[in-house]
């Protein structure tokens, strides 16, 4: 399977908004987390990146933290939205929706304009 090497840039935008996502259908560990992000398309999310944002997460009250004991072997700290992670995820999608509308309609309008000046 050929991963895109996507932009740094990009990948922060984006990666709230996507970990939330992951952590909508119910509780997780960050270890899940991560490889629904990467066989999703995101590349190999390093732990350095997504637990400082989980941290700041369950900060914000968006998400919860629970460690629960392993089965023949350590324990996982499960993470899952809280009812203020929900919203907030229902604000940041519709966010994501207009701010990538603009950016298309921006890049179309300049392609129409640069094909009409060189026409």
Known sequence: MSVTAWSSDWIRAALGLCVLRTLEP???YGYALASALEVGGFGAIKGGTLYP???????AGWIEAEWRPGTGGPGRKY????????Q???????QWQA????VQNYQQRYETEKGSATS
């Open 26 to 28: 119910g509780p997780t």
């Open 88 to 94: 907030e995820l229902d604000e940041q999608s519709a």
């Open 79 to 86: 993470f899952a939205l809280t009812e203020l992670g929900r």
């Open 99 to 102: 701010f990538t509308g603009t």
């Open 53 to 59: 944002l989980l941290t700041r997460f369950e900060l």
